[in-house]
């Protein structure tokens, strides 16, 4: 049953909805914020609907198990334990739908992947990973661009910048945050040893216009011409572009394009997101300063994963989920598994949080 402030709070949600309605109907201008209102309430009442129609329907049978004869008895009793078993679920998929939402959840992301600590075999494994995300985010309908690629000679990577676009990918996304370590016999290993390597990934949600309002004073432009490996001139134009933020220290250099504007274009995206996840990061180390997040914090320090090439395991180390599916999750067919069961349990605290 429900206590009365859940009642009263799920009323004050159904009024609302009724309110959305109205004003859509009725208003000249600022649809589009109504719509999107609109739209995240509507599943919430969806669940409220159902929820409330079995608690009804619950009460009903109870009302008819009186009056009922023998017969029917056992029928409504069977009904009454389908609903007994039903309700605590539709419960907690309602409280889940009430969980304060991640403003950033529905937005693309910005990805970064760098290879840490290893030489060749941790750039290696950085390209594993992109490869890894390329795949995911096609399994998921998502758009994936490279934004920013330096390689190595042997095919690895030493740093990537990729945008992924879709509705949600941040919220399935930022769980990846951290470092990833890699245990296997490198392909340059001549004598079979097993070596450990490791490299980061960041995931930034990308920040619009209305999200960060940046002052263009803060900003210093530098150009200058994009240079290849060996310090070979890409083109003969100053179309490289850095740009310092300055009261952050942010400094982020874009030449993957030949257009200086198009360089800049994606260097003030980049800036927008990370500027954007240091207000984000700010705020809530402010709301939990008394406590650590135990999953999704984000914390590049922090080993997140462990890819084991020998016994063909995946271990997430924040929630101790280990699969016997390497190949299947470097394939990105089976990262779905570990962020969904990270998902899980980051509802499962918030949850605990709230009761």
């Known amino acids: 049953m429900a206590t009365p402030p859940l009642d009263a709070k799920l009323d004050a949600i159904m009024a609302r909805r009724d309110e959305l309605n109205a004003l859509m109907s009725e208003s000249d201008g600022g649809y589009a914020s109504l719509a999107k209102e609109f739209a995240e309430i509507e599943p919430v009442v969806a669940g409220i609907e159902a929820w409330r129609a079995a608690r009804e329907e619950r009460d009903g049978l109870e009302d008819l198990l009186a ?74 309908g998502w758009t994936f661009e490279v ?36 245990q296997r016999v490198p392909a340059t290993e001549a004598g079979g040893r097993i070596h450990t390597s490791a490299a980061t990934v960041a995931v930034l ?35 490289a572009v850095r740009i310092t933020h300055m009261p952050s220290g942010i400094v982020v250099a874009m030449q993957d ?53 020998p016994q063909g395991r995946v271990t997430d180390h924040r929630i101790n989920l280990t699969l016997y599916k390497l190949e299947q999750v470097l394939s990105g067919e089976a990262l779905g598994e570990v962020v969904d069961a990270l998902i899980a349990e980051d509802q499962a605290l918030k949850l605990a949080e709230a009761n």
């Not at 000679?153 to 470092?179: H, N, P, S, Y």
């Not at 180390?285 to 914390?299: F, H, I, L, P, T």
């Open 67 to 140: 009056d009922a004869d023998p017969e029917m008895r056992d029928l409504v009793r069977a009904d009454m334990a389908a609903l007994d078993a039903r309700l605590p679920e539709l419960e907690q998929a309602l409280r889940l739908l009430l969980l304060p939402k991640d403003a950033a959840d529905d937005k693309s992301a910005i990805l970064e992947i760098r290879a840490g600590t290893g030489g060749d075999e941790a750039a290696l494994f950085a390209g594993d990973l992109l490869r890894m995300y390329q795949r995911y985010a096609a399994l998921q």
């Open 205 to 239: 949600p990308e920040a619009e216009e209305v999200d960060l309002d940046i002052d263009e004073g803060d900003l210093r432009v530098d150009v200058y011409r994009a240079s290849g490996a060996g310090g070979q001139h890409v083109n003969r134009t100053e179309s």
């Open 257 to 309: 394009e030949k257009s200086q504007h198009k360089n800049r274009a994606k260097a003030m995206k980049i800036l927008r997101a990370r500027l954007y996840e240091q207000q984000r990061a700010a705020l809530a180390a402010a709301r939990s300063a008394d406590r650590k997040e135990q999953v999704g914090s984000g914390d590049r320090s922090e080993r997140i994963r462990t890819y084991n090439f």
């Open 147 to 182: 934004m920013d690629l330096s390689e190595t000679e042997i095919g690895g990577i030493k740093e990537l910048t990729a945008e992924v676009r879709g509705r949600g990918v941040f919220a399935r996304l930022k769980f990846e945050a951290g470092v990833h370590r890699v």
